[in-house]
C-alpha cells in the first residue's frame, strides 16, 4: 500500500472500538486512539504517546470514578482568577480547572496530602517599542522605550499515577509594563539646560512598581502558601488518625473504653474529650 492508501486507511479505536476519522487519530504506543476517547484522559496527562492500550483504560476507569468525587466535591475555598483552585477543606481533597461546568469537565480530584511540593514562577518577555521615521522605516524611539510582558504560572506537584504536576496560570491577561531607558532626562528653563534625573537602564527596571504586577505576584504566594498548609493539616489528621489508640476510662459510665472514631466511649457513647 503505497503512501496515499495509508493515509487514507480505515483505523479502528483500541478503547472504544468506533472507526477512526481521517485527522481524528492519537496514536499510543500499542494502537490507535479516537479523540473522543482522547478527550476523556486527565488534562494534565502527557504521556499518550508513550502509553500502552491498557495504561490508557486504567486511566479512563480511573476518570470516570473521579466524576464521583466531583459530584461530592463541595469548596470551602477558591483561590485565583480564570484558572482556580478550589478546595474542599472539610474532604481534605482539591482540584485545579478553569471550567465552569465541574460534571462536564470532570476536573481531577486529589487529596491535600497528595500534595509533594508547590512552587510559582513568572515569564517575561520584553520587545523594543519603535516608531517609523520619515522613509517609513521602524527606527528606535529617543529615548528608548521596552515593553515588558508577564504571566503569571502556579506549579502543583503530587503523588498521582498518571501525571507528576499541575501547572497553570493564574492571571487572565498579560500584565504590560512600559519603559524608556537611556541616558538622561533634561528639560529647558530660560535657556539653560537643567538635569532632570537619569532613565532607568536594563538592570535598574523593577516591575515591582506597577500594581497589577503585584497583585498577581501576591496572589501566586497567597495559592502556594494556602496549599502546603493545607497539605500539611490533611498529614497530620491522616498521622493522628492512623496512631494506636490508648484505653481510657469514661468519665461517664465508668468502664475502660477503647475510643471510637468520633473519640467516644464504646459502651455509653459518651465523649472522651482531647
Avoid at 14 to 38: H, P, Q, S, T, W
Avoid at 114 to 121: A, Q, V
Wanted: glycine share 8%; charged share 25%; proline share 4%.
Amino acid at each position: 500500500m503505497g503512501l496515499f492508501g495509508k493515509l487514507f486507511e480505515k483505523k479502528e479505536c483500541a478503547i472504544c472500538g468506533g472507526e477512526i476519522g481521517l485527522l481524528g487519530n492519537r496514536k499510543l504506543e500499542d494502537g490507535n486512539m479516537c479523540k473522543a476517547c482522547a478527550s476523556k484522559l486527565s488534562p494534565w496527562f502527557d504521556e499518550r504517546r508513550h502509553s500502552t492500550v491498557e495504561q490508557i483504560e486504567s486511566q479512563l476507569a480511573y476518570r470516570e470514578a473521579n466524576k464521583a468525587d466531583v459530584g461530592a466535591f463541595c469548596a470551602t475555598l477558591s483561590l485565583g482568577e480564570a484558572t482556580k483552585v478550589l478546595i474542599d477543606e472539610n474532604a481534605g481533597r482539591f482540584m485545579v480547572t478553569s471550567a465552569r461546568n465541574y460534571s462536564e469537565a470532570n476536573p481531577d480530584v486529589l487529596k491535600l496530602s497528595d500534595i509533594t511540593g508547590c512552587t510559582f514562577d513568572i515569564d517575561e518577555d520584553v520587545d523594543e517599542i519603535t516608531r517609523f521615521d520619515e522613509n517609513g522605516e521602524s527606527v528606535s524611539c529617543d529615548p528608548p522605550r521596552f515593553k515588558h510582558s508577564y504571566n503569571f504560572f502556579v506549579t502543583v506537584r503530587v503523588n498521582n499515577p498518571y501525571f507528576d504536576d499541575m501547572r497553570f496560570k493564574v492571571n487572565s491577561r498579560r500584565v504590560e509594563i512600559e519603559e524608556l531607558r537611556g541616558s538622561e532626562i533634561s528639560a529647558n528653563s530660560g535657556g539653560v539646560n537643567l538635569v532632570i534625573g537619569a532613565l532607568p537602564s536594563a538592570n535598574a527596571f523593577n516591575p515591582e512598581i506597577d500594581v497589577e504586577y503585584r497583585m498577581y505576584r501576591d496572589m501566586c504566594e497567597s495559592i502556594v502558601a494556602i496549599l502546603l498548609e493545607n497539605r500539611q493539616s490533611a498529614r497530620e489528621e491522616i498521622e493522628a488518625a492512623s496512631a494506636p489508640k490508648t484505653a481510657l476510662t469514661c468519665p461517664y459510665c465508668g468502664a475502660t473504653t477503647m475510643p471510637t472514631a468520633t473519640n467516644c466511649c464504646e459502651f455509653c457513647g459518651g465523649a472522651l474529650g482531647a
